[in-house]
Each structure stands twice: as structure tokens, then as C-alpha cells.
T-cell receptor
Framework: TQLLEQSPQFLSIQEGENLTVYCNSS?????LQWYRQEPGEGPVLLVT?????EVKKLKRLTFQFGDARKDSSLHITAAQPGDTGLYLC??????????FGQGTRLTINP | EAGVAQSPRYKIIEKRQSVAFWCNPI?????LYWYQQILGQGPKLLIQ????????DSQLPKDRFSAERLKGVDSTLKIQPAKLEDSAVYLC???????????FGSGTRLTVV
């Protein structure tokens, strides 16, 4: 099983600031998915990136897949308290199997 | 479309007791997964089904955990006997196919005392 390392593990910033979360692996994935999880709920899919170098935007969130398909980043512009949560990256191996990183716990303070 | 249904939401048992969790995936989703999420960690795959066949159970502790998916729809995950380290959230997810992402249920929070 391939491993995914997320950094930072914890991040607490003020409303309006920008931030970037990283997801790194030494292995290649067929796709990279980002999920957001709130307390007491299951993870919710934000985006799937498939092609090396691909960039996807979801309102204030920008997701990028590395050229070699081994790493990804999530950038949030002008963070809001509603962005608070656990952000998980997950790499897809063969046969539709997802391997998750340990998560980044993000807190946006008003 | 209805989401992935799981029950119960919470369960507290004593060590060495048995427990079972139930999952009903999204209609038409052939692939079903059970993940274990320990507090502060990302989810870890326990077992993956394709229809009613097992695709991957390499990380399932088979001496105490078992799972089945009857008729390729609902699934149950059982732990017998439970240990303290089994305290975690058990997540069920289903998927329509390759590269399209998973839909997760809300999970069952198990506490073993």
C-alpha cells in the first residue's frame, strides 16, 4: 500500500488569510481526490484530479495535481470560518482502491 | 439520490463482546468499502467488495473481523471479540466506478470499554 503524507497536520489561521495544504507521495496514483470531513460525519468529496499538472478550481479552493502524479496541493484564498474542517487527500491505486493521508485539521478563526 | 446509510450511529460495548454494523450503499453502486478511522487519523481500508465478491481484504484482521455483502447490495461488518484498540469510527462508502470518487456514510462510532 502506497503512503500519502499531508502537511501541515494542523493549521489555525485568521479569517481572510490564504493557505496551502500539501499531499505528497513517492508513488504514482491514477487519480488524487480531496475530501472534507466535519465532526460526526463521513468525508465529502471536493474534487478528483486525474491528469498530471491538472488544476481545478472550486470557488475559493484551487486544487493542483503534480506533473508526475505523485503529489497535490489545495490552496484556499480568503479563508472563511465555514472552511473549518478536516481535509483529506486520497490517492487511487488500481481496482478503485483509495489510500488516505492522515489529514489536515484546519481552523479558521473569525 | 439517497446517500449511503449506516447504522447504528453509536455503539458502546465491553471488550470481548461482539458487535455488527450495517451499510446500505447508493443504488447502482457496485463497489462497497469499509474503512476504519481512528481518532486523529485518516481512514484505513478494511475491505472492498465488487458486487458480492471480495476484491481486497488484506488489512482486515480476520481473526476477529468479518464482513459480507449479500446479493451485492447491503453489507455487514462484524467484530468478535472486540478489543479496546477497535474503538474508532467505521465508515462505509460506495462508488460508481473508476476516478469518480466515493460517497461515504456518516459512520458508526464504536467505543470499546
Amino acid at each position: 500500500t502506497q503512503l500519502l503524507e499531508q502537511s501541515p497536520q494542523f493549521l489555525s489561521i485568521q479569517e481572510g488569510e490564504n493557505l496551502t495544504v500539501y499531499c505528497n507521495s513517492s508513488s504514482v496514483f491514477s487519480s488524487l481526490q480531496w475530501y472534507r470531513q466535519e465532526p460526526g460525519e463521513g468525508p465529502v468529496l471536493l474534487v478528483t484530479v486525474v491528469t498530471g499538472g491538472e488544476v481545478k478550481k472550486l470557488k475559493r479552493l484551487t486544487f493542483q495535481f503534480g506533473d508526475a502524479r505523485k503529489d497535490s496541493s489545495l490552496h484556499i484564498t480568503a479563508a472563511q470560518p465555514g472552511d473549518t474542517g478536516l481535509y483529506l487527500c486520497a490517492g487511487e491505486e488500481g481496482a478503485q482502491k483509495l489510500v488516505f493521508g492522515q489529514g489536515t485539521r484546519l481552523t479558521i478563526n473569525p | 439520490e439517497a446517500g449511503v446509510a449506516q447504522s447504528p450511529r453509536y455503539k458502546i460495548i465491553e471488550k470481548r463482546q461482539s458487535v455488527a454494523f450495517w451499510c446500505n450503499p447508493i443504488s447502482g453502486h457496485a463497489t462497497l468499502y469499509w474503512y476504519q478511522q481512528i481518532l486523529g487519523q485518516g481512514p484505513k481500508l478494511l475491505i472492498q467488495f465488487q458486487n458480492n465478491g471480495v476484491v481486497d481484504d488484506s488489512q482486515l484482521p480476520k481473526d476477529r473481523f468479518s464482513a459480507e455483502r449479500l446479493k451485492g447490495v447491503d453489507s455487514t461488518l462484524k467484530i468478535q471479540p472486540a478489543k479496546l484498540e477497535d474503538s474508532a469510527v467505521y465508515l462505509c462508502a460506495s462508488s460508481l466506478g473508476y476516478r469518480v470518487g466515493y460517497t461515504f456514510g456518516s459512520g458508526t462510532r464504536l467505543t470499546v470499554v
